[in-house]
């Protein structure tokens, strides 16, 4: 776990708004009187309060002892590692019930739990699930909501995690993103040189899908809207081409392989283009669409600077990208159909890899945090700048499909791992990831069902 | 001698029906003077002295006496005489016939003029109690829309009064949400993230000075305006010498505006800030 003293704080101080103390003390982000009460370890932001809630062992009606999957033990630990919740453990619990007409609320009330979750996984046939929960809220003694979902050993898992994203969505009003996937690239020694792979994992790490392997560099996954195809860029042959994969049947077009640099790809929210950067033989890079379709290329940008990392604004208006053509790295826009680069970023000397929120409200970028690179959020109203994570190289933000929080890559011990952070910056944690150097995590949109 | 006694005898009798005539007129003005009163009681006191009083003049001129003088006249001897006399008499019967029939078609008249004038006096009587009567309703009429009125009028005090009461204990809830909500957000992730993002801002400004002590520890105030935008910076303590003082300063003019909080609530013109730098 990043422990929040890898945070460069220059000033560890304590910020008082009028009659409310908080103290800001060594190894913590913040503390802040009561609302602090908890500091949990895995929780680099630490600060945030995690809501004691319950998630009762799921009835089992079918074959064997137990159901294929622990259906209660996957929501308890979605709603754990979104650093919002604290699931009771088991022996904690003073009843069991797993029918709504079993709860004794005030059991509940008592251990000062803020919900429960109740359900059962009933065998229905063969290879044929049907699961159901119901969320409670002790102190109103009501039904938040509740579903019968059916499932497959297969989907059993997806189920779960579809429950605890209702169950988020009900407590928090913020969509739950425990169904969706990552897309990254990892690298493990394999004798003089690397096994490159492109991975599909659960958003909690399980389920890992290798989707393509080579003994050449892998780069840039991007996800098309619709969560069924990936393009990246393959230097399979010691050159760069650009490929869109369908996850389902592994079948790939190679979309781009012009001479010099194809890189960078990223999907129109019409999934029917791609933005990519291309060289050219005589190496300026530039921005670019492709027609996924026709292969029909149209250049956006012709400046002698670099222009690359080219991406849509989820309104389909604008494309932001890279450039250096003030000197540093900074990020700029051109509109989707063609026109002038605008300057969008000024702080600091170093701003890169623009991505922007699904709600279109945020950017993302890596910059220069005093000699650091980190991920950094732009609100593109206000302006306001701040920077998520603590390390030294991260790199590859990409938002949730909620807006809330962002994925990047970061190092710890020479190697890349994932991490994940909440857009305000409160709380940030470890996600498990394979083996090796694992970079340029991407995430899924939502799941469609 | 004789026809002065018979003359004499003709005056009488002529008296004697004038008298009885009057008589019947006083008594006949008499009830009709007092059978007008409203109230027959009246009436019957009027009747009984009208009987008390008349009975003398009729008794006087009874018949008997006056019949027993006309026996001595039929032995009269002269017929001329007697016959002009008759025909005298004829003519002063028939005068006082005529005489009668006059005075009875007068009186007749002036029977239906009090007739006339007691049916007007009716009818006046009649519109008059319709015309209180009408006056009386529009009365009842008044008042009961006045106790309407009042009725309404206190209906609506008392209306404004709970309607008052309301607005009153609404405001208060609402004071009371409103300082719920407020101490919620304060409670909240929103809350945090607020002095995250304020604390980064100025952390991102300050360069710590060369001078500045391992031990540092300055407290400042600082004031914003609802843009964020730093309006005084004021140092309550620091153990830092002037160039410290001046960086730390200085840090926050740089980080303004100040970022927005992320929920309106949370906004707070004057915030404290402790700089300590990490050991």
Known sequence: MTGTGDNVTKLKGLVTLQGWRVAVLAGLWLFAGTAMAEITIEITGGGVKRAPVAIVPFGWKGQGAAAPDDVAGIIAADLYRSGRFDPVPESGMLQKPTAGTDIDFSDWTRLGIEAVVIGTVEQTGDNAYSVQFQLFDPYQRTQLVGYRMPASRGTLRRTAHRAADMIYEKLTGIAGVFATQVAFVSATKQGRGNRYRLVVADYDGETEHTIMESNDPIMSPAWSPDSRRLAYVSFEGSRSSIYVQQLRT???????????????????????????????????????????????????????????????????????????????????????????????????????????????????????????????????????????????????????????????????????????????????????????????????????? | MDSRFSQ??????????????????????????????????????????????????????????????????????????????????????????????????????????????????????EEARRKAEAEAELERQRVEAERKRREQEERQRAENERLRREAEARQLQEQIDAENRRLEARNSEDMLAYMFAIRQKVERAWVAPASAPKNLECEITVRQNPAGEVQSVNVVRCNGDAIVVRSIEAAVRRASPLPRPPNPLLFDTNLRFIFKPEQ
């Open chain 2, 8 to 125: 004499f005898v003709s005056v009488l009798l002529a008296l004697v029906v004038h008298v009885l005539v009057l008589g019947s007129f006083v008594f006949a003005f008499d009830w009709e003077r007092n059978h007008p009163a409203p109230r027959p009681l009246a009436v019957t006191a009027t009747l009984v002295t009208a009987d008390d009083i008349p009975p003398p003049v009729v008794q006087a001129p009874e018949p008997e006496p006056v019949a027993e003088e006309p026996d001595p006249e039929p032995p009269r001897p002269d017929p001329v005489e007697q016959a002009r006399a008759k025909a005298e008499e004829q003519a002063r019967l028939d005068e006082l016939r005529r005489e009668q029939q006059r005075k009875a078609e007068e009186e007749r008249a002036r029977l239906q003029r009090i007739e006339d004038e007691k049916e007007a006096k009716r009818k006046a009587e």
């Open chain 1, 250 to 449: 592994g079948n790939r077009i190679q979309l781009s392989a012009e001479p010099g640099i194809n890189g960078a790809p990223s999907f129109s929210p019409d999934g029917k283009k791609l933005v990519v950067t291309l060289g050219g033989v005589d190496g300026n890079l530039d921005i670019y669409t492709i027609d996924v379709a026709t292969r029909e290329k149209v250049r956006l940008t012709n400046h002698r600077a670099i222009d690359t990392e080219g991406t849509w604004s989820p309104d389909g208006r604008y494309i932001y990208f890279t450039s250096d053509r003030a000197g540093g790295p900074q990020i700029y826009r051109v509109p989707a159909s063609g026109g002038n680069a605008e300057r969008v970023t000024f702080e600091g000397s170093y701003n890169a890899r623009p991505r922007l929120s699904p709600d279109g409200k945020k950017l993302a970028m890596v910059t220069n945090d005093q000699g650091a690179f980190r991920i950094a959020i732009m609100d593109l109203g206000t302006k306001d700048f701040l920077v998520l994570s603590a390390g030294r190289q991260d790199e590859s933000p990409s938002f949730a499909p909620n807006s809330d929080i962002l994925i990047y890559a970061t190092r710890q011990s020479g190697n890349g791992v994932l991490e994940t952070v909440t857009a305000n910056g409160l709380i940030r944690q470890r996600m498990a990831s394979g083996d090796g150097d694992v970079r340029e995590p991407v995430w899924s949109p939502f799941p469609r069902y």
